[in-house]
């Protein structure tokens, strides 16, 4: 756990000692979510309507920027193999690059879900609600960018390829998190909502496990 958490926390450091990776992607996004409320009318009603589909498109775009982070720095540097010569098992590894991730994709979605609100009329009475579909969404998304940005930190056109194979995978968690902030935007109760909590949660349950059991024998290959 120690391993973990120093990890999570020296990448964080130097993330935001650089800040040109995270600040370029919020405000590439800000000026995405400008462009796509002007395109969608001054009226309320249909910013509301669209303010859940465009919020996680935003940040899906954002966790495909910032996916390549966990491990760019590693190539760059040449500390990856370093990593890889400590002792002990290689999971400790994935999940320190997880925490990182997770924690540059639930900033960067705060910010943007508080520019949704003031851009789109996204109403924020169950904030609280809003901040568990935003923790249980960056978390299944960042399991499964963690674990491809690994696979490709060697390769050259990982930019490229990575959102390929990360999209297709997300698809469930994204859509799961979409109809949940959809039916609170439009005033459902949340009892009828927790299906979508659920399925978001046994999605990130399975991402999780399976990339951490994985991620070892895929350093090795």
Not at 39 to 55: E, H, I
Request: charged content about 15%.
């Amino acid at each position: 756990m120690q391993r973990i958490f120093w990890l999570a926390w020296r990448d964080l450091v130097l993330e935001f000692r650089g800040r040109t990776g995270l600040l370029s992607a919020v405000f590439f996004l800000a000026v995405m979510l400008f462009i796509l409320a002007m395109a969608f009318g001054p009226n309320p009603q249909d910013l509301r309507k669209a303010a859940p589909g465009v919020l996680w498109v935003a940040l899906a775009f954002a966790g495909s920027l910032l996916a390549g982070r966990a491990f760019g720095l590693e190539v760059e540097d040449g500390t990856l193999d370093d990593l890889l010569l400590t002792p002990g098992s290689r999971e400790w590894i994935y999940f320190g690059k997880l925490l990182f991730q997770f924690a540059l994709m639930l900033l960067v979605g705060v910010v943007l879900l508080s520019l949704a609100a003031g851009l789109f009329y996204l109403p924020l009475r169950h904030w609280g609600w809003y901040l568990v579909v935003l923790l249980l969404g960056s978390l299944g998304y960042a399991a499964i960018s963690t674990f491809y940005a690994g696979m490709l930190a060697r390769l050259r056109g990982r930019e490229v390829l990575l959102p390929l194979l990360l999209f297709p995978l997300v698809i469930p968690v994204v859509l799961a998190a979409v109809r949940f902030t959809q039916g609170l935007a439009e005033g459902v109760p949340v009892a009828e909502l927790l299906d979508w909590l659920r399925l978001l949660l046994v999605f990130d349950v399975i991402y999780v496990t399976v990339c951490a059991m994985v991620f070892p024998y895929m350093l090795e290959g």
